[in-house]
């Protein structure tokens, strides 16, 4: 939502896609008349298809901002014996294929506009930091961060005569409403394992980045960790 919000203040229409089940109509029902919702799975070609037509009306796309990730722990072997398949395979298709999904898709749509400025769009996918420290419990996690992050430089390769660029953002531990409700002492504990500034970082400062990789055209084709240089422990 922060980087909705810093679009819209740049004079920018936004879109937002979530699931049906999620409350996101009504979060961007307080962003105003310039931000409609979508609901889609990132996975559905169709339903994707119905947000980028809802895109086109408010405007030319320039910027996707990908973010769609889900990151249930699970360890390969637990008590109950070896991780299910299907668990394992879920997290790689909402997160490596949805993320493909989407940015193949947008650049469609993106390729049959005119160029400004020498582009004519930028593709921001999320990966994060346990595609390279790695953490007991998360190995579906942590493979599909590493996918997203090895899809950046080819696709920017791919999309080059295009006029397109991909970056990607690897975030550390951000301040987000699911860590509201931690008790005092977890949050602490959270702020120091980020070793300047020792804090969690904040949706503003995410926003920030998307908005710089937006300006500034050298940036493609690489990922770039937001994270305050965090390295956590594997337990």
């Given at each position: 939502?922060?980087?909705?919000?810093?679009?819209?203040?740049?004079?920018?229409?936004?879109?937002?896609?979530?699931?049906?089940?999620?409350?996101?109509?009504?979060?961007?029902?307080?962003?105003?008349?310039?931000?409609?919702?979508?609901?889609?799975?990132?996975?559905?070609?169709?339903?994707?298809?119905?947000?980028?037509?809802?895109?086109?009306?408010?405007?030319?796309?320039?910027?996707?901002?990908?973010?769609?990730?889900?990151?249930?722990?699970?360890?390969?072997?637990?008590?109950?014996?070896?991780?299910?398949?299907?668990?394992?395979?879920?997290?790689?298709?909402?997160?490596?294929?949805?993320?493909?999904?989407?940015?193949?898709?947008?650049?469609?749509?993106?390729?049959?506009l005119g160029p400004v400025n020498g582009e004519r769009g930028v593709i921001?996918?999320?990966?994060?930091?346990?595609?390279?420290?790695?953490?007991?419990?998360?190995?579906?996690?942590?493979?599909?961060?590493?996918?997203?992050?090895?899809?950046?430089?080819?696709?920017?390769?791919?999309?080059?005569?295009?006029?397109?660029?991909?970056?990607?953002?690897?975030?550390?531990?951000?301040?987000?409403?699911?860590?509201?409700?931690?008790?005092?002492?977890?949050?602490?504990?959270?702020?120091?394992?980020?070793?300047?500034?020792?804090?969690?970082?904040?949706?503003?400062?995410?926003?920030?980045?998307?908005?710089?990789?937006?300006?500034?055209?050298?940036?493609n084709g690489t990922t770039i960790r937001l994270d305050g240089a965090i390295?956590?422990?594997?337990?």
């Amino acid at each position: 939502m922060a980087t909705a919000r810093r679009l819209l203040s740049a004079g920018a229409k936004v879109v937002l896609v979530d699931l049906p089940t999620t409350d996101g109509r009504s979060r961007t029902e307080k962003l105003g008349e310039h931000a409609r919702f979508v609901a889609a799975n990132v996975k559905d070609e169709d339903q994707l298809g119905v947000a980028f037509d809802v895109a086109g009306e408010l405007g030319e796309l320039r910027l996707v901002a990908n973010c769609a990730i889900i990151g249930t722990p699970g360890r390969t072997i637990g008590r109950d014996g070896p991780m299910s398949l299907g668990r394992f395979r879920k997290i790689i298709e909402v997160n490596v294929v949805g993320t493909f999904n989407v940015a193949r898709l947008a650049a469609d749509r993106m390729r049959h506009l005119g160029p400004v400025n020498g582009e004519r769009g930028v593709i921001v996918n999320q990966a994060a930091v346990a595609q390279t420290v790695g953490e007991f419990g998360r190995v579906a996690y942590s493979t599909s961060m590493g996918g997203v992050a090895a899809m950046t430089l080819p696709l920017a390769q791919d999309l080059a005569e295009l006029q397109i660029r991909v970056v990607t953002i690897v975030p550390g531990v951000f301040d987000l409403p699911l860590f509201d409700s931690l008790p005092h002492e977890v949050r602490e504990s959270l702020d120091a394992q980020v070793p300047h500034p020792s804090r969690l970082g904040e949706p503003d400062e995410f926003a920030d980045l998307v908005m710089h990789i937006a300006a500034n055209q050298m940036l493609n084709g690489t990922t770039i960790r937001l994270d305050g240089a965090i390295r956590p422990s594997p337990r």
